[in-house]
Every structure is written in structure tokens, then in C-alpha cells.
């Protein structure tokens, strides 16, 4: 009985998250002027034959248009999926009021991913990688279901992360990953892998690591630590993908012959996810906060000044250039939140670069309109 209203608490909560779109359009989501010229269904196929636990929920939170699209958890779960949808709706109202944070709007990925980020992208047919230009008709050609995926994934990690710790704000997340990879959640090279970019430091330092025989635990094993302990309904599927990470590190995005492990569809993605969404918790919380609180208390309550610091340290030069920027610029109690935002903003190439593909989306999000203070913060892409 207990596993039995697991499933029902799981099944409410994806039919709470927002419906996906499904709706006919053009045919490659991610190229609607078809300038890219993206023609590769691989990734389009790899998802539709995941079996894993987050493309169950997914196909769950709209089951009759996932059968139809050719799920083949679709098709396995139908019998499963008649028993539990009218109880499931009794309780979607206490679901809905489970999630810490509001989510990002499918607009504002489609908008993302009509940027070209180029790079090698790799499918993941029967977990083996094979990789192809992201460029020209080598791209993928994205269909509905599969941005509507991306959004549902992000949207659930998000909710999962933000429980049992101060919430993750998604509007610095949809920065981060717009700047970085626009949602080509496929893409992986040695700097940085999956829709987070990943590398092999951020993933020891939360699973931790073997040496000589030796395990070596990391400083963000709380991450995956509380995660195990959640009881949010939108960390269930990512629970059972990674219920065995504590013990077993995953292999690291470092090595080409890993990257399925972190890019493909269902299970890499989730993985991708929660291990960089709980690093930019764990620099935000244990490295950035501190070193900000040390100088100043107002301003590591102030979520703005703490958020564009925490992508600093996210960033290509570390943690250690956030502890840097703090001293350099001279941030204490007398520094308004504004002003703090604006010098950091001005002497970092990263953040800067960050805010400037916020523009190129927006532009794509609202063709021809002046971007507003609302807009140019995200707030506008949250629903």
C-alpha cells in the first residue's frame, strides 16, 4: 500500500507540473526560420526508447500524447497508467502546492534554442555515444515532445534541488544554461558536458572518488545525501536513477567513452541536472555565502548579489574568482544590492557574456519589443 500511494503522490505531482504544449508546429522546435538547416531525428529517437524512471514521469504527465508520439514507456505503463489516473487527480491540488519554486516557461527554451552554440553533440542509442556535428544538418531537429522533455526535466529538478535547503533561483539557471548550451542538452567536449557543462571536478566533489582502493568522499556529499532523503514528489525519478551513486561514484563526464552517463535522454539528463544544479547549491551556500557574509551580511542575504556571485564561481575560473571579485571590488554593509550587482557584473567576462545571450533570447522571446528590467532578470520567463 505504501509503494502504491508513492505512485500516486509521484503521478500527481507530474500531472500538476505544467502540460506539455504536444501542439503541431513546425517540424524542428529548435530551428523555426530553418536557417540551421538541422536535420538529425537521433536524439528525438533516443528519447522516445528511454525506459528509465524521468521518462516514465514524463510520459505520465501526458500519457495519451506520449503513446501517440511512440513512447516506449508509453506503452508498457498503459495498464498501470488506467488505474492510477483518477486517483492521481484527487490529489493533484496538494501536489501543486509542493513545489518551491516557480518554473521556467517553454517560450523561453524554445527561444534559447534557436541560438547556434555549435560544438560536438553525441546521441546515446542503446547508451553507446556517437557523436556528430551540432551544426548544418548533422543538428538535431528537436519535435514538441522532445523540448517539451527538456522543460519537464528542468522544471522537476528544480523543484526536487530546492527542497530541504534555501530554493535555487530558476532565472540565474536559465541564464547559465542559455549562455552555456542554449538546452542542447547533448552537447559534450572536454570543457564541459550535458545541458550543464559538467566536468569531472564538480562530479568528485559531490559523489566523491576512488584512489589507490580508497574511497574519497567530496565536500557536496550533502547534496546527494539529501536528495536521498526527500520526500518532494519531484525527486522520486532522479532518486531511483542515482540511488546508487553514494556508494559508486558515476563516471566522470571527463572521458568521451562516459558521455552517455551524462547526456542521454532520460537518465543522463537527470543526472546532468541534479549534479549541477546541487553544485551551484553547494558553491552558493558553502563557498559564496561565507566569503560574502564575512564582508558584508546585507549583501549575502540579498539574492541577487548572492546569485550572480555564485555564477562567477560557476563559471571558467572557479569558486576561487568569486572569493577574488569579493575582495577586489571592496563589497561590504555600506554597498548598495544595486551597485553590487553592476560591478560585478561589469568586471566579469563570464557574467557579461551570461547577460549578453539573455538578450539574444529575449530578442527571440519577444522579437522587436525593448527588453524590460523584468525581462532582462528572468522574471518574465517564470510562470
Aim: hydrophobic share 35%; proline share 6%; glycine share 6%.
Amino acid at each position: 500500500m505504501r509503494h502504491f500511494t508513492s505512485q500516486l503522490i509521484t503521478m500527481a505531482f507530474v500531472l500538476a507540473a505544467t502540460a506539455p504544449a504536444w501542439a503541431d508546429g513546425p517540424q524542428c522546435v529548435n530551428d523555426k526560420s530553418g536557417k540551421k538547416g538541422a536535420s538529425n531525428l537521433d536524439i528525438n529517437r533516443s528519447l522516445i526508447q528511454a525506459t528509465d524512471p524521468l521518462t516514465q514521469a514524463f510520459a505520465y504527465s501526458n500519457f495519451e500524447a506520449s503513446q501517440k508520439a511512440g513512447y516506449v514507456v508509453a506503452c508498457e505503463l498503459q495498464d498501470r497508467f488506467k488505474t492510477l489516473q483518477k486517483a492521481s487527480k484527487d490529489i493533484v491540488k496538494v501536489a501543486k502546492t509542493q513545489s518551491p519554486v516557480k518554473a521556467i516557461r517553454r517560450e523561453c527554451i524554445e527561444a534559447s534554442l534557436q541560438r547556434e552554440v555549435g560544438n560536438q553533440g553525441y546521441s546515446c542509442l542503446k547508451d553507446k555515444p556517437v557523436k556528430f556535428e551540432n551544426a548544418g544538418k548533422s543538428a538535431p531537429c528537436l519535435n514538441s515532445s522532445t523540448v517539451d522533455f527538456i522543460q519537464y526535466s528542468l522544471n522537476q529538478a528544480l523543484s526536487c534541488m530546492s527542497s530541504g535547503r534555501a530554493p535555487i533561483d530558476p532565472r540565474f539557471i536559465l541564464k547559465k544554461i542559455n549562455n552555456e548550451t542554449a538546452f542542447n542538452f547533448y552537447v559534450a567536449y572536454n570543457g564541459g558536458v550535458g545541458m550543464g557543462q559538467l566536468t569531472s571536478n564538480p562530479v568528485k566533489e559531490i559523489a566523491g572518488w576512488k584512489e589507490d582502493g580508497q574511497f574519497i568522499e567530496g565536500n557536496g556529499r550533502h547534496v546527494l545525501e539529501t536528495l536521498m532523503k526527500s520526500t518532494n514528489p519531484a525527486c522520486k525519478p532522479f532518486k531511483e536513477i542515482m540511488k546508487d551513486d553514494l556508494v559508486n561514484p558515476p563516471p566522470r563526464p571527463g572521458s568521451a567513452r562516459n558521455y552517455c552517463t551524462w547526456v542521454s535522454p532520460g537518465k543522463g539528463v537527470a543526472r546532468n541536472l541534479i549534479y549541477s544544479l546541487g553544485y551551484y547549491a553547494h558553491i552558493r551556500d558553502q563557498i559564496v555565502k561565507p566569503a560574502l557574509a564575512a564582508r558584508s551580511g546585507k549583501l549575502a542575504a540579498n539574492q541577487d548579489v548572492l546569485n550572480y556571485l555564485t555564477l562567477v564561481a560557476y563559471g571558467p575560473q572557479g569558486p576561487a574568482e568569486a572569493k577574488s571579485l569579493i575582495r577586489r571590488l571592496r563589497l561590504s554593509n555600506n554597498t548598495p544590492p544595486g551597485e553590487a550587482v553592476s560591478k560585478i557584473i561589469q568586471n566579469n567576462a563570464y557574467v557579461r557574456q551570461t547577460e549578453a545571450k539573455m538578450n539574444e533570447l529575449l530578442d527571440e522571446y519577444k522579437p522587436g519589443a525593448p527588453h524590460t528590467p523584468a525581462d532582462k532578470k528572468g522574471d518574465s520567463c517564470l510562470m
